[in-house]
C-alpha cells in the first residue's frame, strides 16, 4: 500500500512555506480554516490571516483589494463555494483586473463523501477554465499540492488550485515541482495515453498496470496545469498513441475532458474516451462507495481504453 | 468666509463635469446620465478638496483610493479625473467607443487614475475593505472611499461587506451612498425597500453620517467628521437623480437613455444657466 495522505496537507504546508518567504502574502478564509487546515497560518501569521466568515462573495472581494493593495491574497474554501457562489466576483473584480488572487478550492469532487452533493465540487474547474486570465491547476498528490501553492505565488495574476479532502496515494517526491502550462508525462506508453487530474492520477497509474497486464502499453499524463493545457505533450503523445482516454474526479463537461477534447478537435483528432461525472450530482457515501457508484475507477480507465482500442 | 468662498468655486466644476456628462452620452448615443448627474458634487468634493491624491503620479502609493462601486455613474467620474489632470479633457467624447480607454464602465487597465473596474453592482466595498486592510498592513495614512447607489444596497455582498469593515474597525474607509431614491425600474420603495438605511448601518457596526448630497458645505463637514471615531464611517448622501436637468430629475426614464438632439440643447441650456 503506498503511502496516503490528503492533498489539502499539502495546501497548508504550501502556504505556511509561501507565509515565510514572503511577508506579502496574506490568507483569506471563510470559517472552514479549521476543515481545511489554514488556520495554522492565523496561528503564525495573525496580522495577515482575515477569517471573513461564511461569505464567499465578501471574501473575493477582499481578495481583490488586497491584490490592489500589492499583497498576495491566498483565498481558502469548499471549492464548491468559490468557485460558484463567487464566480461574478472571481470574474469582474479578479480576472478582469487580472489581480495576484490565488483561489484554492479544497473538497473537489465526488471522492469528499460523505457531505454529500452539495458538499462536492463537480463543476468548479469548468467554471474556472471558461475565465480569462485564470490559471487552473489540478495537483495529484500533497507534495504537487504544495508545489502549486509555491508556483503560484511566482505566477502573475489569478491561480486557482483544485485538491481534495480525503488521503490520496503519494506520487511525488517532496520536492516535486509545478510549471504552469506544463503537464507531467509519468509513465510512457505505445497504445493510448490516460490523461489525469488530482485524485484520477494515482487511478490512471493503476489502470495502467492492469493494462499492461493484458498487452496494451498505456502512457499516463498527469495534466497538473489544465489552464493553460500543455498542448505540446497532449499532442505528441496523441500522435505517438492515437487513442486518449481523459479521467477526472469532476462533470465530463468543460473539465480537463473538455480542454483536451477542444485541443485534440482541431489540432490532431484521434479517438477520446472519458471517465468522469456524467451530467449528475454526487451522493453521500464513503469515497470509495461513491468512486465506485460514478464509475471513477482504475477498473473503469481499463474498460473505457478496451473499448477505444476495440473500435 | 474664505472657506465659503473655496466652496463656491466648486460649483462652476460641477457645472462643467456635467455638462462634460451631457456631450460625453449624446456623443456615446448611450450611458446612464441619472445616476452621474446625482453623484457629481461628491466626487467633486472628494477629488477637489478631500482625497489626498496626485493626479500627476496616478499610482502614487500614499494616494487615497476612490471605489465607483456604482460603476455605471463613470460618465461623471471621468469627467472629473480628466478636469483634474489625469488625462486630456478632450479624450472624454470618446465614451464608450470602440479602443476608448473610457469603457461603458470603468477599466483601470486602460484609463489612469482609476483605483478598480467596477461595473457590477455590489462588489466595490469588498474591494475597498480589502485596500483598507492592506493599507493598514503597510502602516500607510490612506483612507479609501467608495461610492455606492441605493439600489445597490439591495445586493447581498454589500452587507457581507459591512460587517467586515465594522468586525475590522476599518476606520479609514468611508461608503457614500447616493440616495437619489430612483433606481432602473423605478423608486427604490417600490422595487424593492432598502430603509430603514440609518438603522441599517448603524446596526451593521458603521458611523452614520446624513448629508445633502449636493451641498458641498454639507459634504465637507460629513467627510470632516469621517475618521474621528473608531468605526468605519458611511455618508448617506441624499441627492436627486438627474439633478440639474429638471426633465431628467426624479425619474427611472433617464437612469440608461441618451437625450435626442431638442432634449439634449434643453439640458445644456439648464445647465449653462448654472455656470454663469
Not at chain 1, 461513491?290 to 481504453?305: C, G, N, P, S
Request: aromatic fraction near 6%; include cysteine.
Amino acid at each position: 500500500m503506498k503511502n496516503l495522505r490528503p492533498t489539502r496537507e499539502g495546501y497548508v504546508e504550501g502556504i505556511l512555506q509561501a507565509g515565510r518567504e514572503n511577508d506579502r502574502v496574506v490568507v483569506i478564509e471563510g470559517d472552514v480554516s479549521r476543515s481545511i487546515g489554514s488556520a495554522s497560518f492565523g496561528e503564525e501569521f495573525p496580522e495577515r490571516f482575515f477569517n471573513l466568515g461564511v461569505s464567499e462573495q465578501d471574501m473575493l472581494g477582499e481578495a481583490a483589494g488586497l491584490a490592489l493593495a500589492g499583497f498576495i491574497p491566498f483565498v481558502g474554501t469548499y471549492g464548491v463555494f468559490v468557485a460558484g457562489r463567487a464566480w461574478d466576483q472571481i470574474r469582474t473584480s479578479i480576472c478582469y483586473m487580472n489581480l495576484n488572487v490565488k483561489i484554492a478550492g479544497a473538497h473537489g469532487g465526488v471522492s469528499v463523501g460523505p457531505d454529500g452533493a452539495t458538499h462536492q465540487a463537480l463543476e468548479d474547474v469548468a467554471l474556472m477554465r471558461v475565465l480569462p486570465n485564470m490559471h487552473v491547476l489540478v495537483p495529484a498528490d500533497a507534495n504537487q499540492t504544495r508545489a502549486a501553492v509555491l508556483t503560484s505565488v511566482n505566477t502573475a495574476g489569478p491561480v486557482y488550485i483544485r485538491f481534495g479532502r480525503n488521503p490520496v496515494p503519494q506520487i511525488y517526491p517532496v520536492d516535486a515541482s509545478v510549471k504552469i502550462g506544463r503537464g507531467h508525462l509519468l509513465e510512457d506508453g505505445s497504445d493510448i495515453t490516460l490523461v489525469a487530474c488530482g485524485a484520477m492520477v494515482s487511478m490512471a497509474l493503476t489502470a495502467r498496470e492492469i493494462l499492461s497486464k493484458r498487452g496494451i502499453s498505456a502512457g499516463v499524463i498527469d495534466m497538473v496545469s489544465v489552464k493553460p493545457l500543455d498542448r505540446k505533450l497532449l499532442i505528441e503523445q496523441a500522435k505517438k498513441t492515437g487513442a486518449v482516454v481523459v479521467t477526472e474526479d469532476h462533470q465530463a463537461v468543460g473539465g480537463l475532458f473538455g480542454a483536451v477534447a477542444e485541443t485534440l478537435a482541431p489540432e490532431h483528432p484521434v479517438p477520446v474516451g472519458v471517465v468522469a461525472v456524467r451530467d449528475s450530482f454526487g451522493t453521500s457515501g464513503t469515497p470509495a462507495e461513491v468512486r465506485e457508484e460514478y464509475e471513477l475507477t482504475a477498473e473503469m480507465i481499463v474498460f473505457k481504453a478496451v473499448k477505444l482500442l476495440e473500435e | 468666509m474664505m472657506e465659503n468662498v473655496k466652496i463656491q468655486g466648486l460649483t462652476p466644476i460641477a457645472n462643467r463635469v456635467r455638462l462634460d456628462v451631457l456631450e460625453m452620452i449624446r456623443a456615446a448615443g448611450s450611458g446612464h446620465p441619472g445616476g452621474s448627474f446625482s453623484t457629481v458634487e461628491i466626487l467633486v468634493e472628494l477629488y477637489w478638496k478631500i482625497m489626498r491624491i496626485r493626479p500627476e503620479e496616478p499610482n502614487w502609493e500614499d494616494r487615497d483610493r476612490f471605489i465607483l462601486s456604482k460603476g455605471h455613474a463613470c460618465p461623471a467620474l471621468y469627467s472629473v479625473l480628466a478636469r483634474r489632470g489625469y488625462f486630456d479633457p478632450a479624450e472624454l467624447l470618446t465614451l464608450r467607443k470602440f479602443n476608448s480607454r473610457l469603457q461603458g464602465h470603468p477599466d483601470m487597465s486602460k484609463l489612469p487614475g482609476l483605483d478598480a473596474s467596477t461595473g457590477s453592482l455590489g462588489q466595490g466595498l469588498s474591494i475597498a475593505c480589502g485596500i483598507s486592510h492592506g493599507i493598514r498592513l503597510d502602516k500607510r495614512k490612506s483612507r479609501v472611499y467608495c461610492l455606492l447607489g441605493d439600489g445597490e444596497l439591495q445586493e447581498g455582498n454589500i452587507w457581507e461587506a459591512a460587517m467586515t469593515a465594522s468586525h475590522y474597525d476599518l476606520k479609514h474607509l468611508t461608503a457614500i451612498v447616493d440616495r437619489n431614491l430612483v433606481q432602473l425600474d423605478g423608486h427604490v420603495s417600490d422595487v424593492m425597500e432598502i430603509e430603514p438605511l440609518v438603522d441599517k448601518w448603524l446596526a451593521f457596526g458603521w458611523d452614520v453620517i446624513v448629508a445633502d448630497g449636493h451641498s458641498f458645505i454639507s459634504l465637507e463637514k460629513a467627510f470632516e467628521h469621517c475618521g474621528e471615531t473608531e468605526f468605519p464611517s458611511v455618508i448617506i448622501a441624499n441627492t436627486v437623480k438627474g439633478k440639474g436637468v429638471s426633465f431628467m430629475e426624479n425619474t427611472c426614464l433617464w437612469h440608461g437613455r441618451c437625450p435626442d438632439e431638442k432634449e439634449y440643447e434643453a439640458a445644456v441650456e439648464e445647465i449653462h444657466g448654472g455656470l454663469s
